[in-house]
């Protein structure tokens, strides 16, 4: 399997435009978890979805932000409109089990910088 | 909210050295899991622990867990450059949703 892939790897921007970034998680996994990494904050999780649905989106700053997953191999998210803050590494992770959630699979993650 | 917090935030030794991460958390936990991230790269999974564990063995890792005191350890043995990376633990809060802290830069000098 070739992993968790994201695209794009990199993202430059300027303030304003619209960003989406995609995610396809492994094949069989039935949990996929958006993540921001920056200095500041560290690692922080968006939102969560289990068998496709969104289960907890309680970490999405605001409405700027949205995420779907259309299907079970494919999520993305959106920034619209987006800002220099919402600069960052966003990995996508995936699970097996979305009961336990033991063991995430990281993608490789984009780096959006908005200018 | 971040869940655990791993200390010290950096650390520095000597190949051959043993090299010790701790994380402490807030609130009961189902498990505790390690991942390493190296520079530019998502995280990668090392080692889980359950709740009702105190201490498991993976390879040069050795994690322990004292629910008591709501914190965990991260021995790597015998450290290699290879090692150098960035360490986070993961707690679920008792909701099954992994959290992270900021993480532990561990820096092996050959």
């Known amino acids: 399997d070739a992993g968790v892939i994201q695209s794009p790897r990199h993202e430059v921007t300027e303030m304003g435009q619209e960003v989406t970034l995609r995610c396809k998680p492994i094949?069989?996994?039935?949990?996929l978890f958006w993540y921001r990494q920056t200095m500041m904050r560290g690692l922080e999780l968006l939102i969560y979805?289990?068998?496709?649905?969104?289960?907890?989106d309680s970490g999405m700053p605001e409405d700027r932000f949205s995420a779907k997953m259309p299907n079970a191999s494919f999520s993305t998210l959106k920034i619209q409109p987006s800002e220099p803050r919402d600069s960052a590494v966003y990995f996508c992770a995936s699970i097996e089990d979305g009961a336990t959630n033991e063991k995430l699979f990281f993608g490789s993650g984009t780096q959006l910088s908005v200018l | 909210s971040q869940q655990g917090e791993e200390d010290p935030q950096a650390l520095s030794i000597q190949e051959g050295e043993n090299a010790t991460m701790n994380c402490s958390y807030k609130t009961s936990i189902n498990n505790l899991q390690w991942y390493r991230q190296n520079s530019g790269r998502g995280l990668v999974h090392l080692i889980l622990?359950?709740?009702?564990?105190r201490e498991k063995h993976s390879g040069r890792l050795r994690v322990t867990l004292d629910t008591s005191k709501k914190s965990s350890s991260l021995l790597i043995t015998a450290s290699r450059a290879a090692d150098t990376a960035s360490y986070f633990c993961a707690t679920d809060g008792g909701s099954y949703i992994p959290t992270f802290g900021r993480g532990t830069s561990l820096i092996v000098h050959p």
């Open positions: 622990i359950r709740s009702n564990e």
């Open positions: 094949s069989g996994h039935n949990s």
């Open positions: 979805f289990n068998n496709n649905v969104p289960i907890d």
